[in-house]
């Protein structure tokens, strides 16, 4: 696992750099970043979690990563003065700063952060490719656990228990590249098994991340 951006920028330049917009509240599935806009803000995610996600020329929609509490959202293409690469949506209810670009490059100029923030970019691009390799190559159950267990990863909640994953099965299909009816077939069994259940008000919960590890490990 790489650093949290936080991490690496430290408690107390993060703080600094949060508190140059307020704190908003955006609820699961709502839109964060949008593939192919132009590069006028990044987002410090504080609270949560969110999947990022690419299209292709087809409208193909693949998973790329999964972001949890203590990341930037949308630095790169602010950084290289290009259009967002990848859309960001919400997978549960996350809270946010959303920095305007002047002064989130003015920040890292004063701060002499850009060569820091531009290798750890370097370090998630080749998560992503790691992440598209999977997907090109692993059966759709070991996908659709190693999905599962990257979203349980980053929820914030224990990971020796219960966790819920509120994305809806077609939007699991959708991050994982498969229809919704494959993925309904393969949580079948896991349901039937009794460590998937359906959670109340929508999503998964997961009640054994240990079988989830050992499908997306088989492939």
């Keep these: 696992m790489y650093q949290s ?46 999947a990022i996600t690419r299209r292709d020329g087809s409208g193909q929609r693949t998973l790329l990563a999964v972001r949890g509490a203590g990341e930037l959202l949308g630095e790169l293409s602010l950084l ?6 990848a859309t960001v949506i919400a ?22 952060l850009l ?10 691009i080749r998560e992503g490719d790691e992440i598209r390799q999977e997907l090109a190559t692993a059966p759709a159950a070991a996908r659709l656990a190693a999905a599962l267990l990257r979203l349980a990863a980053v929820s914030g909640e224990s990971t020796t228990g219960s ?5 809806s099965q077609e939007e699991l299909a959708q991050l994982i ?33 240990g079988r989830l590890r050992r499908i997306a490990e088989s492939r």
């Design 163 to 167: 966790v819920h994953i509120r994305l």
């Design 115 to 124: 060569h820091k923030l531009m290798r750890h970019a370097v370090g998630r």
């Design 5 to 50: 951006h936080r991490a690496l920028l430290g408690e107390q330049a993060w703080a600094a750099l949060a508190s140059l917009a307020p704190e908003k509240t955006r609820e699961t599935r709502s839109l964060l970043l949008r593939q192919g806009d132009p590069a006028t803000h990044v987002l410090l995610l504080c609270h949560g979690s969110a």
């Design 91 to 112: 997978a549960e209810p996350c809270r946010v700063h959303t920095v305007p670009a002047s002064d989130f490059t003015s920040f890292v100029s004063d701060h002499g």
């Design 177 to 209: 590249g498969v229809s919704r009816n494959s993925v309904v077939q393969r949580l079948a069994p896991w349901r039937a098994e009794g460590w998937i259940r359906s959670a109340t008000g929508g999503g998964l919960v997961v009640e054994d991340l």
């Design 80 to 85: 290289d003065g290009g259009v967002r690469s």
